[in-house]
């Protein structure tokens, strides 16, 4: 048992991988498939494949000497350590999948194919015996433990991730749904989220949903993360500051970022005749939180410039705005940045060294590592920017642009169309419609004559897959974003982008663990052939390759691709980037500790402070899953008292408790163990 002491004085008180892959990748890849069939939920999903991640991490620490377990901390030793750790790995994984994947939509699909993983494995699924002499009893106790402490972590699983009623503290809209085929929004308050209405409504991967939405994940202010911190469990875990709001503090920002949005939707047709080079040499290599960037003089690699990759700007829009939408396959930005992180190790090139120095490492060994610190990274991401949506009740493009257009406009105040939070007038952009301009052969032919008129896309084709619709003057008040019309908005508030989050965290681990921020060979890329990639109109017009320098560049492309898609504004993505790099850098930080078992080392910090009422307050500064004990005596020569009945398993990054003060001078001391 690894113990340490802090002495103060106070006063007072199946998977579709390749053949030769890790049995870690074979569970990975299982998880992914099991996402891609169930509803798009990236909280719950970020969560699972964190956990599973643990699951395998810590049955694979539990046979080597030096890593020490996330959750799980005894030992074991086998004559095959490689065979042991497989099995027990497998049985880590399958308990905690079949557990979860047990309340998805497609439940009976998925578990089935996790039964037929095991049996093509050799493994038998009726076997539960938590026989540590056996890797199927380890895997079997490694999953348990996994369960036992995030069971009740806040995200509500046995509930089925549904929120606490509202008389308990549950969510509830401000605003009523706004109808997504009608005109206008019915919205109380503009500057807060208003759920949608749908007819046949879907979700991004076309399973049937509600009519209307409700907010997925908003009770994760109170999901337990792996590195983040705080102070107050009531709190969010990281502030930047709420988002811009219209008619009160940040009103130019929230009127101008939606026209930014509207400009993006103009651009979206092939049919403009603008091209853009996307190549690294000429996109991406921005600073944090900023779209400043000119690319990359040099491939660092081949010590050459890249490529000239020209294509048409409505393409690339609409190219960045499906592929990111979740992942071509629909894993969610959590599973989809699990297979760039897949397509990284599978690079030929690629040398599985962790941090990029060291020994090279084993399949194995380097993907339960991976996926522990990435799947680490992305749901700390989760946790951070779903309590900033519960707690700042973010608005969505849809309601803003809708909201201000059927107002009317701000820029022209003697106009019978002024109205104080209309919509700003920008020359062939936003315009207001006249007698003439609405005439036959008009700009703005067939809409209402004072109406606020926009150039943007105008909803999917009647045939998307022989038609395209290209942009037109439309009535603002009847915008809707480059998205299916059975889908429109995802069902929770805007501010953060959970993209960027997600997406940044993910490059930050990559960028770290690899050793390098950019892709193996300098570039990663991923190719949407002509008229056979966009799935809710025809397109792209010509094949368009997405190409990115550094993982950083692929996250950016990420966070802006909701802008084109009319998801996000830009304070969404890019504060959103801001919290993810800080998620990212702090669970990698975190992780290598339990990697080469410095975790074991760390100090324990011990904070004793008199209250009025005469008690005191102990804080110990915790590392979750380990166990803490606090203990006190009046003399140093007599015997230490424990104050707690048993040691407690650590849930938070710190540990409070308040005792009475039994004597004038008290010593404390706090004993840190594994079990």
């Excluded at 065979?83 to 998925?110: D, G």
């Excluded at 020209?310 to 629909?330: C, H, I, T």
């Excluded at 951070?384 to 849809?398: F, Q, V």
């Excluded at 398993?649 to 079990?675: I, Y």
């Amino acid at each position: 048992m690894n113990k340490l002491f802090v002495l103060i004085l106070i006063s007072g008180a199946v998977a579709r991988a390749d053949a030769s892959s890790s049995i870690a990748r074979v569970w990975d890849e299982q998880i992914l498939a099991a996402i891609r069939i169930d509803l798009p939920n990236p909280p719950v999903h970020a969560r699972n494949l964190f956990h599973m991640s643990v699951a395998m991490y810590d049955a694979w620490a539990a046979y080597d000497p030096v890593a020490v377990g996330y959750l799980y901390h005894e030992k074991h030793t086998a004559t095959d350590v490689f065979a042991a750790r497989s099995q027990a790995i497998s049985y880590a994984a399958y308990r905690l999948l079949r557990e979860r994947y047990a309340l998805s939509t497609n439940a009976f699909q998925t578990l089935a194919a996790l039964d037929a993983q095991m049996v093509s494995l050799g493994w038998d699924t009726n076997y539960v015996s938590l026989d540590p002499s056996n890797p199927a009893g380890v895997g079997n106790r490694v999953a348990a433990a996994v369960s036992a402490y995030f069971i009740n972590d806040g995200a509500l699983q046995t509930n089925r991730y549904s929120d606490l009623p509202v008389s308990q503290g549950g969510y509830a809209p401000t605003n009523p749904p706004l109808l997504t085929q009608a005109s206008g929004t019915l919205a109380i308050d503009p500057n807060r989220w208003q759920p949608l209405a749908f007819t046949n409504a879907v979700s991004q991967n076309n399973i049937p949903v509600g009519l209307i939405q409700h907010f997925v994940g908003s009770q994760w202010l109170r999901v337990r993360p792996f590195a983040l911190s705080r102070d107050d469990a009531s709190l969010v875990w990281m502030d930047p500051g709420p988002p811009p709001h219209l008619g009160a503090v940040g009103d130019t920002l929230y009127r101008s970022q939606n026209v930014d949005l509207i400009r993006y939707s103009s651009q979206l047709t092939p049919d403009d005749g603008v091209m853009l080079d996307i190549s690294p040499g000429a996109w991406g290599n921005n600073t944090l939180g900023a779209n400043d960037g000119t690319g990359h003089s040099l491939n660092p690699i081949t010590g050459q410039p890249y490529e000239t990759n020209l294509v048409k700007r409505g393409d690339f829009g609409r190219v960045l705005a499906e592929f990111w939408a979740d992942g071509p396959n629909s894993e969610t930005p959590p599973g989809h940045w699990n297979v760039i992180a897949n397509q990284v190790s599978d690079s030929p090139s690629f040398i599985k060294r962790l941090a990029g120095t060291g020994p090279v490492l084993d399949d194995l060994e380097w993907d339960v590592k991976l996926y522990f610190a990435l799947n680490a990274a992305v749901h700390d991401a989760a946790c951070a920017a779903w309590s900033l949506k519960c707690h700042y009740d973010g608005w969505r493009p849809i309601e803003a642009i809708r909201y201000m257009g059927q107002r009317g406009q701000c820029t022209l105040t003697n106009d019978l169309t002024y109205d104080q939070l209309g919509l700003p007038l920008v020359t062939g952009l936003t315009e207001i419609v006249t007698s003439a301009s609405a005439q036959p052969g008009g700009r703005h032919a067939g809409l209402p004559v004072g109406a606020i008129a926009i150039q943007s896309w105008s909803g999917g084709p009647t045939n998307p897959l022989t038609q395209y619709s290209g942009v037109h003057w439309m009535q603002a008040a009847d915008w809707l974003p480059y998205q299916k019309r059975t889908f429109v908005t995802p069902a929770f508030p805007g501010y953060v982008s959970g993209h960027s989050t997600f997406s940044r965290a993910a490059a930050e681990v990559l960028a770290a663990i690899t050793g390098s921020a950019f892709f193996p060979n300098g570039i990663g890329t991923f190719t949407a052939p002509a008229n056979a990639f966009l799935k809710f109109e025809l397109g792209p017009s010509q094949t368009v390759q997405l190409q990115w320098g550094t993982y950083f560049d692929a996250s950016d492309q990420a966070g802006i691709s909701r802008l084109w898609g009319g998801i996000h504004v830009a304070v969404d993505d890019l504060t959103g980037r801001r919290l993810g790099a800080q998620c990212g850098r702090s669970a990698w930080a975190l992780a290598r500790q339990y990697f080469d078992g410095s975790i074991l080392q760390s100090p324990v910090a011990l904070a004793v402070r008199s209250l009025p009422t005469g008690e005191c307050q102990l804080r110990v500064d915790t590392f979750r899953g380990f166990f803490y004990q606090i203990q006190s005596t009046s003399d140093l020569g007599l015997t230490w008292t424990d104050y707690l009945s048993s040691p407690l398993p650590a849930t938070d990054s710190s540990l409070l408790s308040t005792q009475k003060a039994t004597a004038p001078h008290n010593f404390f001391r706090v004993v840190r163990s594994l079990q």
